[in-house]
Nanobody, 123 residues
Framework: QVQLVESGGGLVQPGGSLSLSCTAS?????????MDWYRQAPGKERELVAT???????NYADSVKGRFTISRDYAKRTLYLQMNRLKPEDTAVYYC????????????????WGQGTQVTVSS
């Protein structure tokens, strides 16, 4: 299984910025397909924040459009989320997700999740 390691969370004041990253570490990756950021606030369901396909197409939740930017570095197998103009309602645990095609089964894919990183927006 691929391990997704996230970093970059923390505490920031409203209006501030944070950048998250997520790196896939495994020698068994043939291809990383679509990659996403999800978040889960206390007492709420996990929600999709942003998606980037293997071709680089992006999509965002309405609540973050214009403030968040998802990107990826194919060579580094790393996913990024640049978060600007943060609001208290952005406070949540952020999870990286990837659809992974392994070298041993190139006609299939499976879901892999990171461990989550806490983002807190508060004054």
């Amino acid at each position: 299984q691929v391990q997704l390691v996230e970093s970059g969370g923390g505490l920031v004041q409203p209006g501030g910025s944070l950048s998250l990253s997520c790196t896939a570490s495994s020698e068994r990756i043939f291809r990383l397909n679509a990659m996403d950021w999800y978040r889960q606030a206390p007492g709420k369901e996990r929600e999709l924040v942003a998606t980037i396909t293997s071709g680089g197409a992006t999509n965002y939740a309405d609540s973050v459009k214009g403030r968040f930017t998802i990107s990826r570095d194919y060579a580094k197998r790393t996913l990024y989320l640049q978060m600007n103009r943060l609001k208290p309602e952005d406070t949540a645990v952020y999870y990286c997700h990837a659809q992974v095609t392994p070298v041993y089964a190139r006609d299939s894919s499976y879901d892999s999740w990171g461990q989550g990183t806490q983002v807190t927006v508060s004054s």
